[in-house]
């Protein structure tokens, strides 16, 4: 009937201590009032709350404190914080009763709000007081039973995790590039069960390639628990595993590991996962993973890791001195990660890659033997959506895994191999390759000339061959291609006409030329979120002005104009920009990744087509097209600098829009950079195809040609 009463005072909703009318059982006549005890009891739980263990430790009864120093009783209260990763307490009284004139009973609840496990209740408690003589006042009787019931008797808080699954990667066929269907064996063995420690530790190891004094020391500080030692592989488990029994009485948990299904055909955009830096292990921790968790550490991997890894499970129980649990406190299941779908159909990128390196072989004798790589894109201009990113030359990355499937010493191999490497393979040279432009630039200056309004649609300039206004400069065509319009200076690529139009832009304002280099993505990040990229560099007068105390001139605006100087381009921001020309003018941020979701379930969209509008007149935009697109025939404009390449392609059906570019390196005896960006078709263009190739000639005759291959590959002609 009592309790009936107290709950009907307290009421069902919870209520914060501050707010709650504490009621009595009974009052027994002393000098020391019950509401004393009660004020004692909100006075610990307050400080509890307010996490002032030097306060909490000041309300125990000196007998308590005698049978805990302060330094255990901080110890204690840390240590079980740590595990539980304790945010924050919250207390709810419900009772007061009075046992005896010097002993009373505080009864609550106590909800812990973790950032790991969320908030979890342990209800019913009761916190003791007494009157202590010493004090003469009330104090809490205090014992480690007050963290939890039980851990007076020495039991102490554990908290296991369990890690998800990663989940897999898929191309945009549904085809598999990257599982778990490789296969590991974490060993684990419990100190104090151990038959022989001394060929333990030696055959652990020798299996683990950890240290015999490390293990030991696992082992001496938790001599109860079933602790991880570390991950063998398959091999290694059907050489030791036996011993490892006999010696350790382990035992083996089978886990299956990353693989990579296409290695180096995707192994740019994939990238790979590894343990986390040492910088990166808080961060690591915080999201509930520790320094052993495979996580992503470079491409997709990396960028999509939080979404590829799922969420760990933990579960926090009370277990005694021997390691065995008492009670399980709280258990928060893991969040299984979600798999991707790429934009990439592997089979097309395997296709592309292989046109590549067939060119290389084709050149053994020529540019090949020189050439540090190659790129190509291949980018939908009217969604941003990437069909195809080949980075030549490319690596396998499996060796980078952990558990790599070819073994450890032949992993290592390869990673040497790559690390020598001169041509840098690991370099995603279509996403982090800054390069000179050559005349690819070219459509860009012409924009800047005709949509600034300093020249006409239908300006004209006489090509001689020959520009002096600073030094003597000629065009690849020593003869020079006559009177010259924008669209045919673009067909022809007549360098002396953009030499002109450069100095004739700086005359007018020195900031145009590269201000729309920038306005159409150069000089900036390209907006991709799936894999890193270099921003890449346009001069401009406040540059050079701040950097190098020298004021521009027009020789800097005539060296941009054609893509030299300082200017730095990525293979992507080329596609980028050349989207834009075939698409009316919004530039696309450029996506791998479509989709992601559990399987099963209906997948979510990773990107929606995003465009930046640079606002070109349409007229201007109508005249680069007209110019471009000429590249790869013989027309009125005059016979294109890839018509050769392309004139007995099957592709003339379509019509292949085009600009080739040969931009110089530096070096006297370097080859330049070989460029070719081009769309098709012609009309309705759905494909933009961007090939650079470094250090290997000029751009029709190396990187049109492969271009080309690829194109014809895509529409299905070869």
Known sequence: MILLLVLAAVGCRPQRAAEVQVPTRAVLPSAFQLEDAERVARD??????????????????????????????????????????????????????????ELAVFNYNVTFHTRMLGDFSDNDRNLMLVVDERA??????????????????????????????RANIYDSSGTILADQNGRIVRVQVTPNRIPNTSECLNTLSVALDIPMQDLQ????????????????????YLASGEAMTQFCNVSFDEQQPRRYETGPVMSHILGYVGYPDEADIPTVEAAGFNQESILGRSGVELTWDEILRGTPGFTLTLVDSSGA????????????????WLTIDSNFQQQVQQIVANHYTQAKDSWGQVSLGASVVVMNPNTGEIYALVSYPSYD?????????????????????????????ELNRPTQGAYTFGSTMKTVTATAAADSGVYALNQTY?????????????????????????????????????YETGYQLDLVDPDILPGYMKLVGFGSPTGITDVTENPGFIPDPEWKRTTTGVDWTFS???????????????????????????????????????????????????HEPEFTP?????????????????????????????????????????????????????????????????????????????????????????????????????????
Not at 49 to 54: C, P, S, T
Not at 217 to 236: K, M, N, Q, Y
Not at 326 to 337: H, K, T
Not at 583 to 593: D, K, R, S
Request: a negative charge; hydrophobic letters at 35%.
């Open 325 to 340: 649990e008492i009670r399980q406190l709280v258990q928060a299941d893991a969040r299984p990660g979600q798999s991707l």
């Open 44 to 101: 610990f739980l307050t400080r509890w709350e307010a996490g002032d263990l030097n306060a909490m430790y000041q309300t125990l009864s000196f007998a308590s404190q005698e049978a805990t120093p302060f330094t255990s009783f901080s110890a204690l209260y840390g240590t079980a914080n740590s595990t539980m990763t304790l945010e924050s307490v919250e207390t709810q009284p419900i009772t007061i009763v009075r046992e005896r004139d």
């Open 397 to 425: 990355n499996n060796a980078y895994l952990p558990f790599p499937s070819m073994g450890r010493e032949e992993a290592q191999r390869m990673v040497t191999e790559y690390t020598n490497d001169p041509r840098n393979p």
């Open 556 to 606: 800097d605006s005539v060296n941009i104009s054609i893509g030299q100087g300082e200017v730095q381009v990525t293979p992507l921001q080329a596609a980028r920009w050349y989207s834009a020309i075939a698409n009316g003018g919004n530039l696309p941020t450029p996506y791998l990744v479509s989709k992601y979701g559990l399987i099963g379930d209906e997948p979510t969209i990773a």
């Open 217 to 236: 020391a696992d082992f001496d500080e938790h001599p109860d628990w079933l602790i991880d030692v570390g991950e063998i592989e398959a091999e290694t």
């Open 462 to 498: 006489v090509c001689t061959g020959v520009w002096n206004r600073d030094i003597t400069r000629y065009d690849w065509n020593r003869n020079g291609h006559g009177r010259m319009t924008l669209a045919s200076a673009l067909t022809n690529s007549c360098n002396p006409f953009f």
């Open 614 to 718: 640079t606002n070109i007149r349409p007229e201007v935009l109508a005249t680069l097209q007209e110019g471009i697109c000429a590249v790869t025939i013989t027309s009125p404009l005059g016979t294109g600098t890839a018509e050769f390449v392309f004139r007995n392609s099957p592709l003339q059906t379509l019509g292949v829009c085009g600009k080739t570019g040969t931009a110089q390196t530096g070096g006297e005896t370097t080859l330049s950079h070989a460029w070719f960006a081009s769309y098709a078709p012609r009309e309705n263009p759905e494909v933009v195809v961007v090939v650079m190739v470094e250090t290997a000639g000029e751009g029709s005759g190396v990187a049109a040609p492969i271009a080309a291959e690829v194109l014809e590959t895509y529409f299905g002609m070869r």
């Open 136 to 165: 003469q006042e009330w104090r809490v009787a205090w014992t480690p039973d007050d963290l939890f019931a039980n851990m007076a008797n020495g039991a102490s808080l554990r908290l296991t995790s369990t890690i998800p699954n």
